[in-house]
């Protein structure tokens, strides 16, 4: 058998009520053993004591309890049995051995990890897994220790995700800072496929840190400044540009001024500085003209 079988057991009350009877029973028998010293049916008074208390015991060895999303896995000298997953007081047989493996979920806060990305520039990244076991037979027999085995192939996973994507990348491009759905859907695929083996299904993992490695991080940091300035600066010259071309056409359009080419020369470049300046334009008569 390689793979999980549930199973139902029998209800714990019965067992526990004939438990409580054997006992008393054993008991009864030592007073009667007392009352029955040097009678022929003392032996059987003892026999009895001993197969009441007998009984009794291997009966309570058989009660178990399993808690709201909880499950027992049974084995018989080895042999797997089967996993009863209903909550509630049950009774099995007393040579089964019991083995607690919770089905709630978890929450994984995994540690920061230092790696290159795929441009080779060094990240600090780290994760948050929500998991939980599916299948009790594979977290059992088929891993050595489920839980450190999520641990170690979340790390692995989430090191292959940062080598795999650039932390900021082309606008067509998916990066690890501006697409964290796209990231975060391909992390729990790849976690999925990797904890399977262990009867475990992932929930949700998303990125809980990420930022540049101390090391680069100012340089990076004065890269993007530079590349909104960059961006910045095209908006503004874009929309100055039309803006010239929309007042020359005016001008054009109600004929207000007649311009030659070098009038409409020194008028662009004038309103291009006015545009685009950064600081404001200080008003400067001209007395003159540019044919002087």
Not at 25 to 39: E, N, P, Q, R
Not at 119 to 136: C, K, R
């Amino acid at each position: 058998m390689n793979q999980e079988k549930v199973i139902k057991v029998s209800s714990g009350w019965g067992c526990l009520a004939l438990t409580i009877l054997l006992w008393l029973a054993g008991i009864g028998m030592i007073f009667l053993a007392g009352v029955s010293k040097g009678s022929p049916f003392l032996s059987w008074v003892l026999t009895a004591m001993v197969v009441f208390f007998l009984g009794a015991t291997l009966l309570s060895i058989g009660l178990f309890i399993v808690e709201p999303n909880g499950s027992k896995v049974l084995l018989l000298f080895g042999s797997y049995v089967g996993t009863v997953k209903d909550s509630g007081f049950w009774w099995a047989n007393p040579f089964y051995s019991k083995r607690t493996i919770s089905l709630r979920a978890r929450t994984l806060n995994g540690e920061k990890l230092k790696v290159n990305d795929s441009a080779g520039n060094p990240v600090e990244i780290a994760a948050i897994v929500v998991w939980q076991v599916s299948d009790t037979y594979r977290a059992s027999f088929d891993v050595d220790d489920y839980v450190e085995y999520v641990n170690m192939q979340s790390e692995t996973a989430v090191r292959h995700l940062a080598s795999t994507f650039p932390y900021d990348g082309e606008d067509d491009q998916v990066s690890l800072r501006r697409n964290t759905d796209e990231v975060s859907v391909h992390l729990q695929k790849e976690l999925g496929e990797r904890l399977h083996r262990a009867g475990v299904t992932v929930l949700e993992a998303r990125l809980s840190h990420l930022a540049y490695a101390p090391e680069i991080a100012g340089v990076m940091l004065r890269r993007q400044q530079a590349t909104a300035v960059v961006a910045a600066r095209a908006k503004i010259v874009d929309g100055a540009v039309g803006m010239v071309e929309m007042a020359l056409q005016r001008l054009e359009e109600h004929k207000t001024l007649v311009l030659d080419d070098e009038r409409k020369a020194a008028m662009v470049s004038n309103l291009m500085v006015v545009l685009c300046g950064e600081q404001a334009a200080q008003p400067v008569v001209n007395a003159g003209t540019l044919y002087n």
